[in-house]
């Protein structure tokens, strides 16, 4: 009798046989995954369909009630803006921390077991999310604008420069930023949105309340007060001070809690 014997790893690939990837699935296609996830449940298609929606009422709002110095075009892409700072950190809440409310965690992390891999997908879907959203929401203004001095029988203005732009757009990228942390960190839907909100608004109330009583806080408080620095980058002009306020903030706010986040979350056991 003779022995069958397998054929050497070269010929197999030469007879067409496919190699599984050494870094396992790519990138792009778990983007693309972590995409359709995105929009995959009812909540986030209602949150994202709610930007445009929104963007309309207030530009229609605006034509019809608002002054003149409403319908400039920075004043209406600023406060189209605005909902962004609510509906995507939801949506990032959604996004991260229902992979572990459902219980879908185990089956995604069997299929990708580099749990990394799969939060850095989720991270850099988000930011296109709200990239596109941006741009929706700046094409909107621009066409209430128009639509606006159309019926009001006045001309254009146009505003807004791309600095304030960019500024803007980083402003709501780290908010995202602020429900992409408290999911990761908290890894529960309803917790980590009331963490998310509460770090976005109540906060801010109290830090205005203490900056009222507290000297020494209305003046070094910007240095901590993560929504406080933010709130430079939507004015005219950003100092080299102000700079440095916010990526102290961020540091302090952000990046310290994802690191402590991702680190547990690495460790966790799935269920």
Avoid: C
Wanted: glycine share 8%; charged share 10%.
């Amino acid at each position: 009798m003779t022995a069958l014997t397998a054929p050497p790893a070269d010929a197999a690939g030469r007879s067409g046989a496919r190699a599984v990837p050494r870094n396992g699935i790519p990138l792009t296609r778990l983007v693309e995954v972590e995409l359709r996830k995105l929009v995959d449940t009812r909540a986030s298609r209602w949150l994202l369909a709610a930007v445009p929606l929104l963007t309309l009422v207030v530009a229609a709002g605006v034509t019809i009630w608002g002054s003149d110095a409403e319908t400039a075009f920075a004043a209406l892409a600023t406060t189209n803006l605005m909902p962004l700072e609510l509906l995507l950190p939801l949506v990032a809440v959604l996004t991260v921390a229902g992979e572990w409310s459902q219980r879908s965690a185990l089956t995604t992390f069997a299929l990708v077991p580099r749990r990394g891999r799969v939060v850095g997908a989720q991270a850099v879907a988000l930011v296109l999310v709200t990239l596109a959203a941006a741009a929706a929401v700046v094409v909107l203004s621009a066409v209430g604008t128009v639509v606006a001095a159309q019926v009001r029988g006045i001309d254009a203005v146009w505003d807004l420069g791309a600095g304030l732009a960019l500024r803007s757009v980083l402003a709501y990228l780290a908010a995202v930023a602020v429900g992409f942390v408290a999911a990761v960190a908290i890894r529960s839907t309803a917790p980590a949105m009331v963490a998310g909100l509460g770090f976005l608004f109540v906060v801010p109330m109290i830090s205005s309340v203490a900056a009222g009583l507290w000297s020494w806080w209305a003046e070094h408080g910007a240095w901590f007060d993560l929504s406080w620095s933010l709130a430079f980058l939507t004015g005219p002009q950003v100092t080299g001070t102000q700079w440095a306020q916010v990526g102290t903030s961020v540091l302090l706010w952000l990046a310290l809690p994802l690191a402590l986040g991702l680190r547990r979350l690495l460790r966790v056991e799935v269920r």
